[in-house]
C-alpha cells in the first residue's frame, strides 16, 4: 500500500502528516512511527501527525500525534498550525487533549489552544502539591511551574536558559516517577514584560527547535507569577511565537509553519 505524506514544520519543529480523512490508513504500531520518524533510515520527524475524519458534528476533524518514540500524545501546538495551513481554512479539531480551533493567518496560523489546567491530578501529579511551585529540584533546577495545556509540562524559571544542560537533565526529569504520564521540560529565562526565551526537552522527542504547547505554558507559568504581562513573545530556538493569555481564560498562540515537500512511501517496507 503506497501512503501519499506532507512533510511540514513550525519554527523547525517538523513533522510527517498522514491524511486519513477520505481513506482509512493501517493502524500505525509504535515500531513502525520509529522507523517513519528514523532521520537515518525513514522519512525524519519529531512527530507523525495523523488526521482523520471529525468524532461528530461539532468538529471538522481529528488529529492525533505520534512523537518519534512511537508514543502517542495529547497534543501539538506547531502541529496544530502546521494542520491550518494545510486544510487552508478555520477548523475545530478534536485531539486527546481537548478541542482547538485554528485558522491559518499570513504565513502561519493562529490557534486557540483552551483554558490551562492546574489541578495536580490535571498534570497528573502521583500526589499532590502546590501546581504553581512545586516544592521539588533537580540539580540546580528548582520549584518549577506544572501546567497542562492540553499536554503535560513543567516550567523552570531561571537567569540563562542557554547554560541549563539539558539534554542530560531533560530525560532524567522527564521519566521522574513523580510523572506518572513523564513530562515535558521547559528552561525559561524572562528578558522583559513581554519577551521570554525558552528551551524544552520535549516528551518522546528530545531538544526540539520549538514547541508550541510549552511556549504556551511557559506563558501562563510566568504570568501566574507576575513575571511578565499577559501578551508575550516567547523566544525558541526554531524563531518565535506569540502567546496571549485572554481574560476569558483561553491561551490564542500565533506563529508560522510550513511545508517543506511532499512525498509516499510503501506501507509495508515501514510496518
Not at 30 to 45: F, L, V
Not at 76 to 96: D, E, F, K, Q, S
Request: glycine share 12%.
Amino acid at each position: 500500500m503506497r501512503v501519499p505524506f506532507v512533510k511540514m514544520h513550525g519554527l523547525g519543529n517538523d513533522f510527517v502528516v498522514l491524511d486519513g480523512r477520505e481513506g482509512a490508513l493501517p493502524t500505525l504500531a509504535a515500531d513502525a512511527a520509529r522507523r517513519i520518524a528514523d532521520r537515518r533510515t525513514g522519512i525524519g520527524c519529531d512527530q507523525i501527525v495523523i488526521l482523520e475524519p471529525a468524532p461528530d458534528a461539532n468538529h471538522d476533524l481529528t488529529m492525533r500525534i505520534v512523537n518519534a518514540d512511537g508514543g502517542e500524545v495529547e497534543a501539538c501546538g506547531n502541529a496544530a498550525r502546521a494542520v491550518a495551513r494545510l486544510i487552508g481554512r478555520a477548523a475545530r479539531v478534536w485531539t486527546r487533549g481537548g478541542t482547538i480551533t485554528v485558522a491559518p493567518e499570513g504565513s502561519g496560523a493562529q490557534v486557540d489552544m483552551g483554558v490551562p489546567r492546574f489541578d495536580w491530578e490535571a498534570i497528573p501529579l502521583a500526589y499532590a502539591m502546590d501546581t504553581g511551585a512545586l516544592p521539588v529540584a533537580w540539580e540546580d533546577l528548582a520549584n518549577p511551574a506544572a501546567i497542562n495545556v492540553g499536554n503535560p509540562h513543567l516550567v523552570f524559571f531561571v537567569a540563562d536558559c542557554d547554560a541549563v544542560p539539558l539534554e542530560r537533565i531533560g530525560p532524567l526529569i522527564e521519566a521522574d516517577p513523580l510523572f506518572p504520564e513523564r513530562i515535558n521540560v521547559n528552561v525559561a529565562s524572562v528578558v522583559a514584560r513581554d519577551r521570554i526565551r525558552l528551551r524544552v526537552w520535549e516528551r518522546g522527542a528530545g531538544l526540539t527547535r520549538a514547541c508550541g504547547t510549552g511556549a504556551c505554558a511557559t506563558a501562563v507559568g510566568a504570568i501566574r507569577r507576575g513575571l511578565v504581562d499577559r501578551a508575550v513573545t516567547v523566544a525558541l530556538p526554531g524563531g518565535a511565537l506569540e502567546i496571549v493569555w485572554g481574560a476569558d481564560n483561553r491561551i490564542a498562540m500565533s506563529g508560522p509553519a510550513a511545508e517543506s515537500f511532499r512525498g509516499g512511501f510503501e506501507w509495508e517496507a515501514f510496518a
